[in-house]
């Protein structure tokens, strides 16, 4: 199966496969989330595989289990066990991160860029960190000099 698009919400009995075979997430098209609704929805045999998709994907499991022969899932793709926020509250509180840029004119005539990255408060690192992205190495500190 593969899903371009949108939400597939999977809520049979449990053991009962609503999924079954290998699941790609495709690499266009918008946001794709898969949410569980019951535990044991996907054959234990499948597997997942976004690391093709551009876009946002989110796997909720919604605190249920369930087992699947292999997931590969791409940097930013999101595995929800069963945090409340959605991606509106996690975009509200990524919002106030950032990053600053210091212009400084040299007596010579050039102007020193630097760019740093503000650290992340405990929240938001904890989202970076279940996004798999190490701030610290995605927003180094950079200086450049630039002619005026």
Do not use: C
Request: hydrophobic residues 40%; aromatic residues 6%; positive net charge.
């Amino acid at each position: 199966m593969t899903i371009s698009q949108g939400r597939v919400t999977l809520g049979k009995s449990p053991f009962v496969d609503a999924l079954a075979g290998p699941v790609t997430i495709a690499a266009s098209g918008n946001a794709k989330r898969i949410t569980l609704e019951q535990s044991h929805q996907i054959n234990d045999a499948s597997t997942i595989d976004s690391t093709a998709s551009a876009g946002m994907f989110v796997f909720v499991l919604n605190g249920f289990s369930e087992t699947i022969s292999a997931l590969a899932i791409r940097t930013g793709h999101l595995v929800d066990t069963g945090d409340p926020r959605d991606w509106k509250m996690l975009r509200r509180l990524l919002s106030t991160y950032s990053l600053a840029t210091t212009r400084l004119p040299l007596e010579d005539g050039r102007v020193l860029h630097i760019r740093k990255a503000t650290i992340p408060d405990a929240e938001q690192a904890q989202v970076y960190q279940k996004l798999g992205i190490d701030w610290k190495a995605e927003f180094p500190m950079r200086k450049q000099f630039v002619k005026s």
